[in-house]
């Protein structure tokens, strides 16, 4: 049914086709580029900004950088913040929270609210756990979650930072002993956990408080690989790492992706995408409706597993298409009610399903290749007796008086970065609601 319909809606497209196919690739492009001095010792991506610390030789700095690449610096105050490494994330309150681990081994949490830094939780050292995963994860309005690698429990523990104190889990199972852990929230209550140093996949239901592994096959066994959820495209990203190969380190340039399974989606074939130890989140951008990946910092390990040769790695780069899919409401006529057209974005060989709240019981469904006319008519058009306006030429319609109606966009490349149509309308009384705009985008 939803093939059938697909080529009804996508008929009226065909005359829009260029014979030439738009060239759409998800790969990794430098947003900034890399620095001539500094390092960056941790990084977290915090209401919408990458939020890093730096250490340079003229002093150490928490940097802020927007989607346009600009900058602000704020220079460190408290020595606290520079005696040892980190890991961050967002707290519960919405502020930059900071877990310090001191070179004495006792750690520290803090939080900054962008003017002042306050300490919670002083403790340890405790050299039997170790903190792994690169960074906290947290979801907003919800406190943040770190991973412990535990020798005396042989486990991976989970704890949450509850009322400024860190406080265990009580989970039984989930992967064994390892500090090569990559982590992420796929969900509000699922957090998927990659093993490098078995190659195993793990899911964390944090509500169920279940652990639950992979049955399948995973990335090979790798350290300081980059993991985050890709929202728009609904799947998991993993990024880099380093191996060994006899006595010599290997960093690897490989990028997978999960969606039910591991796909292994390229092997870049430029070294510069080479890294370990980086942070990879996924940064929404406002214009469109869709995100893009990022990689911060990192390191490249070569030479010998004694004595290896650590080049840092600066920069920042993103991953994401080059053509996106994107839904976008039009602005609506005064007789449009305030329910509204809502549909999944249309990525080529993807189901959509286009939905209203309140459509009537002859609500018609529009698809249309036009906003601004409908043959020799210019859009939009008032309709007869009504203040309602026609924004989209009816190319197609359909009896839409369930509210929801599916249909498959087509796998053909040369449908990337076209736009078409939607409109409901209900002709007993030619109340229109407001279009809906559909960018057709690759995965």
């Given at each position: 049914?939803?093939?059938?319909?697909?080529?009804?809606?996508?008929?009226?497209?065909?005359?829009?086709?260029?014979?030439?196919?738009?060239?759409?690739?998800?790969?990794?492009?430098?947003?900034?580029?890399?620095?001539?001095?500094?390092?960056?010792?941790?990084?977290?991506?915090?209401?919408?900004?990458?939020?890093?610390?730096?250490?340079?030789?003229?002093?150490?700095?928490?940097?802020?950088?927007?989607?346009?690449?600009?900058?602000?610096?704020?220079?460190?105050?408290?020595?606290?913040?520079?005696?040892?490494?980190?890991?961050?994330?967002?707290?519960?309150?919405?502020?930059?929270?900071?877990?310090?681990?001191?070179?004495?081994?006792?750690?520290?949490t803090?939080?900054?609210?962008?003017?002042?830094?306050?300490?919670?939780?002083?403790?340890?050292?405790?050299?039997?756990?170790?903190?792994?995963?690169?960074?906290?994860?947290?979801?907003?309005?919800?406190?943040?979650?770190?991973?412990?690698?535990?020798?005396?429990?042989?486990?991976?523990?989970?704890?949450?930072?509850?009322?400024?104190?860190?406080?265990?889990?009580?989970?039984?199972?989930?992967?064994?002993?390892?500090?090569f852990?990559?982590?992420?929230?796929?969900?509000?209550?699922?957090?998927?956990?990659?093993?490098?140093?078995?190659?195993?996949?793990?899911?964390?239901?944090?509500?169920?408080?279940t652990?639950?592994?992979?049955?399948?096959?995973?990335?090979?066994?790798?350290?300081?690989?980059?993991?985050?959820?890709?929202?728009?495209?609904?799947?998991?990203?993993?990024?880099?790492?380093?191996?060994?190969?006899?006595?010599?380190?290997?960093?690897?340039?490989?990028?997978?992706?999960?969606?039910?399974?591991?796909?292994?989606?390229?092997?870049?074939?430029?070294?510069?995408?080479?890294?370990?130890?980086?942070?990879?989140?996924?940064?929404?951008?406002?214009?469109?409706?869709?995100a893009?990946?990022l990689?911060?910092?990192?390191?490249?390990?070569?030479?010998?597993?004694?004595?290896?040769?650590?080049?840092?790695?600066?920069?920042?780069?993103?991953?994401?298409?080059?053509?996106?899919?994107?839904?976008?409401?039009?602005?609506?006529?005064?007789?449009?009610?305030?329910e509204?057209?809502?549909?999944?974005?249309?990525?080529?060989?993807?189901?959509?399903?286009?939905?209203?709240?309140?459509?009537?019981p002859?609500?018609?469904?529009?698809?249309?290749?036009?906003?601004?006319?409908?043959?020799?008519?210019?859009?939009?058009?008032?309709?007869?007796?009504?203040?309602?306006?026609?924004?989209?030429?009816?190319?197609?319609?359909?009896?839409?008086?369930?509210?929801?109606?599916?249909?498959?966009?087509?796998?053909?490349?040369?449908?990337?970065?076209?736009?078409?149509?939607?409109q409901?309308?209900?002709?007993?009384?030619?109340?229109?609601?407001?279009?809906l705009?559909?960018?057709?985008?690759?995965?």
């Amino acid at each position: 049914m939803t093939s059938t319909r697909s080529q009804f809606v996508f008929a009226g497209l065909a005359a829009l086709i260029p014979t030439t196919p738009v060239t759409s690739q998800v790969f990794w492009k430098e947003t900034l580029p890399a620095r001539t001095s500094g390092t960056t010792l941790w990084a977290t991506l915090h209401n919408n900004r990458i939020v890093a610390f730096d250490r340079s030789p003229s002093g150490d700095r928490i940097v802020s950088i927007d989607k346009w690449g600009r900058s602000k610096s704020h220079d460190i105050t408290d020595p606290r913040l520079s005696k040892g490494s980190g890991i961050a994330g967002s707290g519960s309150n919405g502020d930059l929270c900071i877990l310090l681990h001191y070179e004495d081994g006792v750690e520290e949490t803090t939080e900054w609210d962008g003017t002042n830094w306050r300490f919670y939780d002083r403790r340890g050292p405790y050299p039997w756990q170790t903190v792994v995963g690169g960074h906290l994860l947290s979801l907003w309005a919800t406190d943040p979650i770190r991973f412990v690698a535990d020798s005396t429990t042989g486990r991976i523990e989970v704890e949450d930072f509850t009322s400024h104190r860190w406080s265990r889990r009580s989970l039984t199972g989930g992967p064994r002993y390892t500090t090569f852990v990559s982590a992420a929230y796929m969900s509000d209550r699922e957090i998927i956990v990659f093993d490098g140093l078995r190659g195993e996949t793990w899911f964390l239901d944090v509500i169920a408080q279940t652990w639950s592994k992979y049955a399948g096959t995973s990335p090979s066994p790798r350290e300081g690989a980059a993991i985050a959820f890709d929202e728009a495209r609904g799947r998991v990203v993993l990024h880099g790492g380093r191996t060994r190969v006899g006595n010599t380190y290997q960093t690897l340039n490989e990028t997978w992706e999960w969606e039910g399974r591991w796909i292994g989606r390229f092997t870049n074939a430029t070294s510069v995408d080479q890294r370990y130890g980086h942070w990879m989140f996924y940064e929404p951008s406002p214009s469109l409706g869709v995100a893009r990946g990022l990689i911060v910092g990192g390191a490249v390990a070569s030479g010998s597993h004694a004595s290896p040769t650590i080049t840092p790695r600066d920069d920042v780069r993103d991953y994401g298409p080059t053509a996106p899919a994107w839904t976008n409401e039009s602005w609506g006529s005064p007789c449009d009610a305030n329910e509204h057209l809502v549909a999944d974005r249309p990525w080529l060989g993807r189901v959509i399903t286009v939905s209203l709240e309140r459509a009537g019981p002859i609500t018609l469904l529009l698809a249309g290749a036009s906003e601004t006319a409908w043959g020799p008519f210019k859009l939009p058009i008032q309709l007869p007796n009504t203040q309602c306006l026609l924004r989209v030429s009816p190319d197609w319609i359909s009896p839409f008086a369930g509210g929801r109606w599916s249909y498959t966009v087509p796998v053909d490349p040369r449908l990337i970065g076209h736009e078409y149509f939607h409109q409901a309308i209900d002709p007993s009384n030619l109340r229109t609601w407001r279009p809906l705009v559909m960018h057709i985008g690759e995965l």
